[in-house]
């Protein structure tokens, strides 16, 4: 994953205070409002589906927050799940992907500024993804432009919403870990030190895999001395604005479980928000991890090793979305309380 910029770092905190106490000596008063459109055409469920051959549970709404100011639009937060992937592994340019360009264009459109809050975005993928450059830079702009169209429908579809509360609320949480053999992971080490004998001689492509596992293997090696061993600990957030509820967890979860959490929040209008304040990898079903048949999920066995801990339990979907729930539920129990 690289290695951390010790400048970046310490820096960074201060510079996030800063943000926040300007941001906080610039309020003024707003009205909200909120909006939905219909999705066709973005994304694709690349576990049952390919580009190729587009299709399955994707998310068809995407969400409009919008804030505004004397009659006018000052901001908007937009919520939808996607993989933001169109610039992938055969670019090498900087951007904020389609849905960054889709948020730019529509900033300059109307004035304000615009967010754009991640969904469920596990097995997301947008229709175009994994071409070279050339062709990846035609694709951005033409999934960038429909996805400002459909963004821009949901703001005019938008109709005022009532906040008359505002509650917040955090839990940390214990999600379940597959405890391997340490045994395995000092083979994978073993394995990488045998091979870096002929790093040198290597093509560069060997070399960067190499390192990786040799890396990665180490990282997730030093887990085993701390505790408790088995789970890794992180945060779940919820806010709730009136009718609008907000619920954010760390993690790339497979949609599926975003429809049932969704469900459980009827008749809130609901952000599911992913990848939030932290990056801890992907929720898959429990049938990712069954390698039975020799098939190897890249979600459920690989990207664990990507953040250097151990990989998820089978049972970790059940457990993040049972947590959320109970969450986003809190600000009805302790307002009939």
Known sequence: MGERDPQYWDALPGL????????????????????????????????SHS???????????????????????????????????VMCEETSLISGDFVGMAINKINAEYGGTGLFLQGSLGDQ??????????????????????????????????????????????????????VLERSTILRNLKLAEELYKHFEESPKSAQRRVQFERDVNEAVWAKYDERPLGVLKTELQAMKFGELLIVAHPTELFYSYHVEIEQHFLPN??????????????VPTPDKYDVSSREYSYPAWFTS???????????????LTNELIKLGQSFQKSKGD
């Open 125 to 178: 993928n947008p229709v175009y993804c994994h071409e070279p450059q050339e062709v990846s830079i035609r694709n951005l702009i033409k999934l960038s432009d429909k996805l400002a169209g459909i963004i821009k429908t949901a703001l005019d579809n938008a109709v005022p919403i009532t906040i008359d509360t505002a509650e917040v609320n955090r839990v940390e949480i214990a999600l379940p870990q597959n």
């Open 51 to 85: 580009k190729h051959n587009p299709g399955g549970l994707t998310d068809r709404t995407l969400k409009v927050l919008k804030v505004n100011h004397n009659g006018n639009m000052i901001g908007f937060l937009v919520n939808y799940s996607v993989h933001p992937v």
């Open 305 to 319: 090793f990507m953040y250097g801990q151990l990989p998820f339990a089978k049972d970790v979907g059940s457990t």
């Open 269 to 282: 209008k609901t952000f599911i928000i992913g990848q939030a304040n932290d990056s801890v990898g992907y």
């Open 16 to 47: 996030i205070a800063k943000a926040v106490k300007s941001a906080n000596e610039r309020l003024q008063e707003a009205t909200f409002e909120y909006g939905e459109a219909p999705v066709e055409g973005i994304a694709y469920n690349r576990e």
